[in-house]
């Protein structure tokens, strides 16, 4: 398998624009969760899906991030409009039960607004 | 409130040595612990996981211990190599009662110098 797969690998955008980032988990696991890593925060979740339904969506810092999975193997985090305290590193990660709550993680999109 | 702390942010030891990455939390209610590894420019990747009906989970040169009254756990590599320099992070997560969501620490930058 290929593993979890992020685009873009890096993403340079200016303040005010509108960032998707994607995602696609590894086949057959039926949770998909997004990440955001910082200095200050470190790696907290911002939302997870189950059989592409979301359900729990309260690390979503504000109304400007949203996030949708239409089918199992896609999800994308939009920024809209994006600042520049948004500058970090997204990771998805995808895992299925029973795993015992092991994730498997992209390789991250590093976002960079300016 | 951080509920899962790993309060050293860097750690260097010499090869050969004992690396010994320490994680404290504060929720109760956490019955499932796991360390993942990150590389730069790469995802964190899972490594050794333990559940809190054990005190103790080893696998090859990786230990984790765990101490549920002091809620605190630790991984011990014997003997590091300069391959396992990387960011080691530790998670909880509140297992079968809870959801699938893990918490993550702020993670130890482990040097291990030849």
Redesign the interface.
């Known amino acids: 398998d290929a593993g979890?797969i992020q685009s873009p690998r890096h993403e340079v955008t200016e303040m005010g624009q509108e960032v998707t980032l994607r995602c696609k988990p590894i086949s057959g696991h039926d949770?998909l969760?997004w990440y955001r890593q910082t200095m200050m925060?470190?790696?907290?979740?911002l939302i997870?899906f189950?059989n592409n339904v979301p359900?729990?969506d309260s690390g979503m810092p504000e109304d400007r991030f949203s996030a949708k999975m239409p089918n199992a193997s896609f999800s994308t985090l939009k920024i809209q409009p994006s600042e520049p305290r948004d500058s970090a590193v997204y990771?998805c990660?995808s895992?299925y039960r029973p795993s015992?709550?092991?994730?498997?993680?992209?390789?991250?999109t590093r976002l960079t607004v300016t | 409130d951080q509920q899962v702390k790993q309060n050293s942010p860097s750690l260097s030891v010499q090869e050969g040595r004992i690396s010994i990455l320490n994680c404290d939390y504060t929720n109760s209610m956490f019955d499932y612990f796991l360390w993942y590894k990150k590389y730069p420019a790469e995802g964190p990747t899972f490594l050794i996981s333990i559940s809190s009906i054990k005190d103790k989970n080893e696998d090859g040169r990786f230990t984790v211990f765990l101490n549920k009254s002091a809620k605190h756990l630790s991984l011990h590599i014997v003997p590091s190599q300069p391959g396992d320099s990387a960011v080691y992070f530790c998670a909880a997560s509140e297992g079968e009662g809870g959801s699938e969501k893990l918490v993550f620490g702020k993670g130890t930058k482990l040097t291990v110098n030849p």
């Open positions: 979890v949770y969760f925060r470190g790696l907290e979740l997870y189950n359900i729990d990771f990660a895992s015992n709550y092991e994730q498997y993680f992209g390789p991250g």
